[in-house]
């Protein structure tokens, strides 16, 4: 299955790109993409949220092909 | 309720105006030239649009179902500000002034924490810093 991910904000600028595509050869969780994610890119995972198909989800939430993952560090609007 | 021009006080206040209200509170939040003894020199907000958009919508349709208010609107800024420049606006139309200000601390306090918006502040001393949540009340 085919996996958008998304990047904001300081994760944008680590992974140096808006967004890129996943392939899993099976069924993966949202913590296996960030594991995966981790060593990709040297991000620091702890304390980001993750949006899949813009709502908020746990780590143990399972992927569908064609889900669109935002990683998201702690926001600071307002 | 995401923008990337300057917020003009005046048009946001006449934009859409309800004529049944009687008291308007706002909050409006402002770029500072300081943080943590640091001296600011500009700030650039990243967004995740159409995700803010929902979140904020969310938040003023909550706000409006547990407060006795009639409306609650809000707009936030987001690309490069200069300092003094308006970042956030919230606006709560109510007939009683204690619910409104209540209701504009809540929205403010849920923005804050609940909308994919970043900040980022660039310094004086040509140093620059992605900010997480403050947490301050």
């Known amino acids: ?78 | 309720m995401i923008t990337k021009d300057v917020i003009d006080l005046n048009r946001f206040l006449n934009m859409d105006a309800d004529p049944a209200s009687g008291a308007s509170v706002f909050f409006v939040g402002k770029v500072r030239n300081h943080h943590d003894g640091k001296e600011v020199k500009l700030l650039y907000y990243d967004c995740f649009e159409s995700m803010a958009i929902k979140q904020m919508k969310r938040i003023l349709d909550r706000a409006e179902k547990t407060f006795p208010i009639y409306r609650a609107r809000a707009l936030h800024r987001i690309g490069r500000l200069e300092i003094g420049e308006i970042a956030v606006i919230v606006e709560v139309s109510s007939a009683h002034r204690a619910e409104a200000f209540e209701a504009c601390r809540a929205i403010i306090n849920e923005i804050k924490h609940e909308v994919p918006i970043w900040k980022k502040e660039v310094y004086a001393n040509g140093k620059e810093e992605w900010i997480s949540c403050e947490h301050r009340p």
């Open chain 1, 1 to 78: 299955m085919k996996i958008e991910v998304r990047y904001f904000a300081q994760l944008r600028e680590t992974a140096g790109m808006d967004s890129e595509n996943i392939e899993f050869k099976s069924s993966a969780t949202v913590m296996e993409l960030l594991d995966r994610l981790k060593d990709a890119h040297r991000i620091e995972i702890r304390g980001l949220s993750v949006a899949v198909n813009e709502e908020f989800v746990s780590q143990d939430t399972a992927l569908k092909d064609g889900d669109s993952v935002a990683l998201l560090p702690p926001v600071s609007g307002g």
